[in-house]
């Protein structure tokens, strides 16, 4: 499960061909539920940056903090969940620009958060669906990231209290962008990739990740 992670500055983001008029933010890099963050959809012929809260608020949510617990969508039962059936029905998908995003590991029965990233450096794109709702007046779109299980992934397994389900993020790469923000919820499920080797982590306290 991922509750926090680092979007890429300005300046990285346009390696993820965003155009650099699209760049004034003005929102900070590191993201918790329900803080606005950027998120790329599919426009006629490029990408387009968007903002939007990080925790999906459903259509018939009356308030902003259902978003709270809504950060994460399981593969297996995003279809049939009420909070994100909707959007995945109707194929709202989404992408996330990511540099790091954090995980504990429980070393010694205490959790010791690290900072997971490309060994590259680069940013990287994350799996998600978007919802917008009307609350008290106001339009908010919002977005979960999709999730799915990493019980047996040599990487992701170490992350997360030593009994619990492991869930990883579903990194779409370079190629497969535009794919997926065009793809339907049949096809969806061609995309749910497990991470690749290319990523390492980092314990908090060496403070390796800011942009």
């Known amino acids: 499960m991922c509750s926090n992670y680092e979007f890429p500055s300005k300046k990285r983001l346009s390696l993820l061909d965003i155009h650099e008029e699209q ?3 003005g929102i900070k890099t590191h993201v918790y539920p329900l803080a606005p963050a950027p998120i790329i959809m599919c426009g006629a ?13 459903p259509s018939w ?4 903090k259902y978003g709270r617990h809504t950060y994460n969508a399981r593969s297996e039962t995003v279809a049939s ?11 709202q998908f989404t992408l996330v620009p990511v540099d790091t995003f954090f995980e504990p590991k429980y070393i010694d029965d205490k959790p010791h958060w690290f900072g997971i990233s490309r060994e590259d450096g ?13 609350i ?7 977005f979960s990231m999709l999730t799915i299980n990493s019980d047996q992934h040599p990487f992701m ?45 980092r314990p908090k306290e060496q403070g390796l990740w800011t942009n």
């Open 81 to 91: 969940k009420p909070s994100f059936r909707h959007a995945w029905k109707n194929n």
């Open 136 to 142: 008290e007046g106001e339009k908010i779109r919002s």
């Open 61 to 64: 949510a009356k308030e902003l």
């Open 157 to 201: 397994k170490q992350f997360h209290k030593p009994n619990d389900e492991k869930r990883s993020i579903i990194v779409i790469p370079e190629e497969l962008r535009h794919d997926w923000l065009n793809c339907d919820h049949v096809q969806a499920h061609n995309f749910f990739f497990e991470m690749k080797d290319e990523f390492i982590a």
């Open 45 to 57: 012929d490029e990408f387009e940056l968007d903002i939007a809260r990080f925790g999906l608020v």
């Open 23 to 25: 760049l004034e933010l």
């Open 122 to 134: 680069h940013p990287f794109t994350v799996a998600a669906i978007y919802e917008d709702a009307l």
